[in-house]
C-alpha cells in the first residue's frame, strides 16, 4: 500500500512521491498525519548540513494526527517523535531525553511525519485534548522543546523567573514559545532578538516580548541579563548570548545551527556563569506544554501558515529566502 510523502532527496532537493505505508513493530501503532510542523532541524538537513540525516529520507517530527487500529482507534493524538529505550537510567529516571539509545522520526532508522502515515510506539502518543485543532496539536513539539529550556532556566537561576530579565534568541516557533513559556512561569522582562522583519512583526502581536533586530538595535547591554535563552545556536547569537549574561548569570543553547566558535569561556569562568544544553523535552514537559496551551496560557497560538504537503519544497524554499512570517508553516497530507 503507498502513501504520498515529501521526500529529502538531496541538498536543497524535496520530492513528492509515492513511498510505501510503514508496517508497524509490535510495540507500534500506525498514525495518519493530518498536520505537520517543518523545523529549523528539517531546513538543516534540506540544506546537506545534518549527517544525522542522510538522504533519500522523509523529514518532519512535529506530528498530529488520527490513529489507525487498536483500542485507540480514531483518537486524535499528538506524536512525541522522541523514541527512548525505556530501560536505562535515564528513562527510569524521567529524562528519556538523555537516553544514549534514543532514536527520532525523521532520523534513520525511524522516518518522518512529512507522509500521509507513520509508525510510532503506543507511548508515544499524547490524545489531543477536546476542541483543539491538529494543526494547533503539532505545535506542541517545539512548544515543549522551548518550555523544557525555561524550565531548565528555572531551575538554574538564583532567582525566580519573575525576578530575571531574560533575552531569547530567535522569533520562530521554539524562540517564540520560550518567550510564551517565560511569561507564562512569571517571567516579566523579556527581550527577543530577531533578524528576520516579518517574523518580528509576528512576535510582536503575541505582546510577550520586546522584539528587537540585533543586527541594527543595541537594546540590550553588556552584563544585564540574568538568563538568555538560544534558540538558534550560530557563532553571532553564542556571541550576544556571552556578552549580555551577567556575572553568574545563566546560558540555556537550544539551537543547533552549527556547532563552533562564540563562547566568551573566559567570561564564564572569570564571572561564574552557568551554561547549560537543553535538547527536547522530557514527556512531562510534552504533557505540561499540551495542557498549557489548551488553558490557554501561551495565548493564541495564532502564529502558522498552513500549506498542502504537496507544496513543501515552496514553502522549504520561502523559509530559506525569509518570505514567510508566520512563526511555525504547518503542512497538511491532502489524503
Given at each position: 500500500m503507498d502513501m504520498k510523502a515529501l521526500v529529502y532527496t538531496g541538498p536543497n532537493q524535496m520530492t513528492y512521491r509515492n513511498e510505501e505505508v510503514p508496517t508497524p513493530r509490535e510495540d507500534e501503532v500506525l498514525v495518519e498525519i493530518r498536520a505537520v510542523g517543518i523545523c529549523g532541524s528539517d531546513l538543516h538537513?534540506?540544506?546537506?548540513?545534518d549527517e544525522r540525516r542522510p538522504a533519500p529520507l522523509i523529514l518532519g517530527h512535529e506530528g498530529a494526527g488520527i490513529v489507525h487500529g487498536g483500542e485507540w482507534d480514531q483518537q486524535a493524538?499528538?506524536?512525541?517523535?522522541?523514541?527512548?529505550?525505556?530501560?536505562?537510567e535515564y528513562c527510569l529516571n524521567g529524562f528519556a531525553n538523555q537516553c544514549q539509545s534514543r532514536q527520532i522520526i525523521s532520523m534513520p532508522p525511524r522516518e518522518g511525519a512529512f507522509a500521509e502515515f507513520v509508525a510510532i510506539p503506543k507511548r508515544n502518543l499524547v490524545p489531543v485534548p477536546e476542541g483543539m485543532?491538529?494543526?494547533?496539536?503539532?505545535?506542541?513539539?517545539?512548544?515543549?522543546?522551548?518550555?523544557?529550556?525555561?524550565?531548565?532556566?528555572?531551575e538554574l537561576s538564583k532567582r525566580p523567573l519573575v525576578e530575571n530579565k531574560t533575552l531569547v534568541y530567535g522569533g520562530g516557533a521554539v524562540g517564540l514559545a520560550a518567550a510564551l513559556s517565560l511569561a507564562a512561569q512569571g517571567c516579566k522582562q523579556i527581550y527577543l532578538a530577531e533578524t528576520n522583519a516579518l517574523r518580528r512583526e509576528t512576535v510582536e502581536k503575541a505582546n510577550v516580548a520586546t522584539v528587537f533586530d540585533p543586527l541594527t538595535d543595541q537594546v540590550v547591554g553588556e552584563n544585564t541579563m540574568d538568563l538568555v535563552v538560544d534558540c538558534v545556536g550560530n557563532k553571532h547569537t553564542r556571541m550576544g548570548a556571552s556578552a549580555a549574561v551577567k556575572p553568574g548569570g545563566v546560558i540555556i543553547h537550544v539551537g543547533l545551527q552549527d556547532s563552533f566558535e562564540g563562547l566568551d569561556v573566559r567570561k564564564f569562568t572569570l564571572q561564574e556563569v552557568t551554561f547549560a544544553g537543553s535538547y527536547t523535552y522530557t514527556m512531562q514537559d510534552f504533557k505540561a506544554t499540551l495542557e498549557a496551551m489548551h488553558n490557554g496560557a501561551l495565548g493564541a497560538l495564532d502564529w502558522i501558515q498552513e500549506r498542502p504537503l504537496s507544496d513543501g519544497a515552496n514553502a522549504f524554499d520561502d523559509l530559506l529566502n525569509g518570505r514567510i512570517a508566520a512563526a511555525k508553516v504547518v503542512l497538511l497530507p491532502e489524503g
Open positions: 538537513a534540506y540544506l546537506g548540513h493524538v499528538v506524536i512525541n517523535p522522541l523514541v527512548s529505550c525505556g530501560e536505562c485543532s491538529l494543526s494547533t496539536a503539532s505545535l506542541a513539539e517545539p512548544i515543549a522543546t522551548g518550555w523544557h529550556a525555561v524550565t531548565k532556566g528555572a
